[in-house]
Structures are given as C-alpha cells and as structure tokens.
DNA sequence: CTGTCGTACTACGACTGTCGGAGTAAATAT
DNA sequence: ATATTTACTCCGACAGTCGTAGTACGACAG
C-alpha cells in the first residue's frame, strides 16, 4: 500500500492535531494514537514531529499545556487544550486546505481525467 | 482571499510541473505562467522553487533538458522534457495524493461536518 | 527475577524544499 | 531613452520533519 510521505502531508500536521483538541484537550500518546486510527493506519506521525508542532502551537498561541501529576505510579502526562485563536487558526488552515485542494486537482491526473 | 502557503504546496510542485510536461517539452518561463493561469491565480510559483525542482528532478532522471540556441537574437532557452521515469512518478504521486486527501479530510471541517 | 512491551515523553543534529534577494542580459513595448 | 518582459542563475537562510538515542515507570510473560 502507498504511504503518506513526510512533504505531502507538512503543513496539515497542526489542523490534524487541532482537530483531535476541538472537543477536549488531550496528550501526545493519546493524539499519536487517534490519528493511527482515525487514518486507518495510512498515516502514523512521528513523535518528533508530534511533540515540535506541540512546541510551535504554543509558542504561537494555539494550544495551551497543563501537566497532571497525579497519574497512578507518580507518573506525568502533559495535556494540550486548543485556545480560541488555535480555533481560528484551524478554521482558516481549513479554508485554505479546500483552496489548496482545488488548485492541486487541476494538475492531477485520475477522477476521470486521462493521463 | 486566502493564498497557498508554501507548506501547504509542499510536496506538489513536482507534480504540478511535471504535469505540465506530460504533452509536450516546455520550459521554466512557460510553466510559471502557465501555473498562474490554469490556477486562476491561486497560486504563484517562485521562481527559485521551479528552477531547483528542475535541477532536482533531471538529477533524479524524471525529466531531460536540452537547449534550444536558435531562438531570435541569439537568446537561449532550457527546455525539459518528461521522462518515462518521470510519468512513472507522476502517476505515483497523484495516487498518493488522493489517498493523502482522503486522510486529511477525515481531520477537516466543512463540507457538512460541524466545527 | 529478568526481559520485553507499552506508556509518555525529551534532546540533538541532519536534511530537504522553499524562499528572499540580488544579479545578468537580451528583446520588446512605450 | 527607458521600462517591462523574457529567461534564467546564484547564494545563503529558514522551518518542519526525521533518525537516532535516551529516560523512566509499570505490567506481564517466561
């Protein structure tokens, strides 16, 4: 089966992210795990990957982070809660992808198009 | 209206160009104009980029330059033709474009899908 | 009681495609 | 005469991703 490389999907790691926050904050693990599944296994993001834009999107404003000490065994885990301008971001990333989208179909072959 | 960030076109430039290329050899001035007007617009290809991703894709040997010398005045032109390795490419990466859409849209909203 | 697997990260350096800016030079339009 | 269009080329910088490694704790298998 054909993979999802690195360059194909930059630029859509944050709204995937974001997405995984609208409703609830959430974790690297769990966020890590959610878009295996959601993808059905066609992208796996690298933890690297994962952890920098968590870095990014706080710096610029889009998530905030908040750590839970108390997990059983004396254990952390870093929750990210998506802000309101992290909102807008996603919802402008969003119209952007359609806009994008249109434009690269235009120079894809398939849909009926011959090649 | 929104532009087409680099980030987001990342990946598709080869596509887009070698598209262009699939009828008939053509050069750099060309496609760039020919991208601005099939686009409508919506995307600008720099010209560094179009340059570099010549050199790139001759060396990986998914297209070929020759020089047209006999233009009017003495003037040169560097024309690329596509080669079967190229098509090759080209038809991988406009599947792995529409498996990568599928995937995305699963973490967009709009068209239909509440926010 | 030892080792592997799963959880939950962090650090660091490398790579690649894109970008910004500058420069060149001839042809055509004003 | 000057500006614009055509047609590139070179250079250094940047940002996001990747590879590799390491840390640390708990649970479970053998």
């Known amino acids: 089966m054909a993979e999802i490389s690195s360059d194909v999907i930059r630029g859509y790691n944050d709204i995937i992210i974001l997405y995984l926050l609208l409703n609830d904050p959430s974790y690297g693990y769990e966020i890590s795990k959610q878009i295996r599944t959601l993808s059905e296994d066609k992208y796996i993001i690298k933890e690297t990957t994962l952890y920098s834009a968590f870095t990014r999107m706080e710096k610029n404003g889009f998530v ?8 059983a065994g004396g254990k952390k885990r870093t ?23 249109e434009v690269i179909e235009k120079f894809i072959a398939g849909e009926g198009r011959a090649v």
């Open 64 to 71: 905030e982070s908040f750590v839970d000490e108390d997990l």
């Open 79 to 101: 929750y990210y809660r998506i802000t309101p301008a992290g909102r807008e971001y996603y919802r402008v990333k969003c119209e952007e992808w359609m806009l994008t989208k």
